[in-house]
């Protein structure tokens, strides 16, 4: 289930301090140390995915959980209402930098319409 070197796996067992605003038995979610917005959370899965491109058919229920925890997530951190956007990197040339399926829900503030 969970990535020895992996530091989100870290984060969600509890063993890499974070400022953790919601946790469940599949996800955990907390503030980005470095935030692009007003509101910039991270949500991942427990169970270790590298990406997108490890989910399978088999992890249709835990893809539809996370964003059910981010919907709610927007509403408890008043952006549901002006909007907000979710995010994930796959790969190098996808940006992605940790190495673990998490989506950034970013708000709070009028955010740009360009890719990039």
Do not use: W
């Given at each position: 289930m ?25 996800v955990?979610?907390f503030?980005d140390?470095?935030?692009?917005a ?7 899965p ?7 491109n ?61 890719i990039?």
């Amino acid at each position: 289930m969970y990535s020895d070197d992996c530091i989100f796996c870290q984060i969600a067992q509890r063993k890499i301090p974070s400022d953790i605003i919601y946790e469940d038995d599949q996800v955990v979610a907390f503030k980005d140390i470095q935030p692009l917005a007003p509101v910039h959370l991270l949500v991942i899965p427990k169970h270790h995915l590298t990406n997108v491109n490890d989910v399978t058919p088999d992890f249709e229920g835990l893809i539809g959980h996370l964003f059910g925890v981010m919907r709610r997530l927007a509403q408890e951190f008043g952006v549901a209402e002006t909007g907000y956007r979710v995010v994930t990197n796959t790969g190098a040339d996808g940006g992605q930098v940790v190495g673990h399926l998490h989506f950034h829900l970013l708000g709070g503030q009028a955010l740009e319409a360009k890719i990039g």
